[in-house]
């Protein structure tokens, strides 16, 4: 992602420049273990006991059409979880969003 700003000089032609501005994704899971919770609960937790919101690491993995894989690495990720109704006996989806302030091709 990049962020435009546009400068208008009063001596030259007004100019154009794009910066990286972050990272954002979302992706679904279907809840089969209580792994993702805790994750989050790990990070509420050590806001409400030292004010700090910790941040993390998130990597992705690319099977590429040649056979070859390629990964990314966001750096300085912050989560946010929403989860459907919780019910007995029933399918839970639960889609995690993301803010990463980096991303690094790895290979």
């Known amino acids: 992602m990049t962020q435009t700003l546009r400068a208008a000089p009063l001596n030259s032609l007004p ?3 794009r910066i990286p501005d ?3 994704g979302r992706f679904q899971i ?3 273990n209580a792994n993702l919770d805790t994750l989050v609960a790990s ?3 050590g806001f409400w006991s030292s004010g700090i919101i910790q941040q993390g690491t998130l990597y992705q993995y690319i099977d590429e059409p040649d056979g070859s894989t390629t990964t990314w690495e966001y750096s300085q990720v912050a989560f946010s ?3 459907d109704e919780w019910r007995q006996e029933n399918i839970i989806n639960q889609s995690a969003e ?3 302030s980096q991303r690094t ?3």
């Open 15 to 17: 100019v154009q420049f």
């Open 22 to 24: 972050g990272w954002e």
């Open 30 to 32: 279907v809840r089969a």
């Open 43 to 45: 990070i509420e937790s």
């Open 81 to 83: 979880l929403s989860s």
């Open 98 to 100: 993301f803010y990463a």
């Open 105 to 107: 091709k790895i290979s």
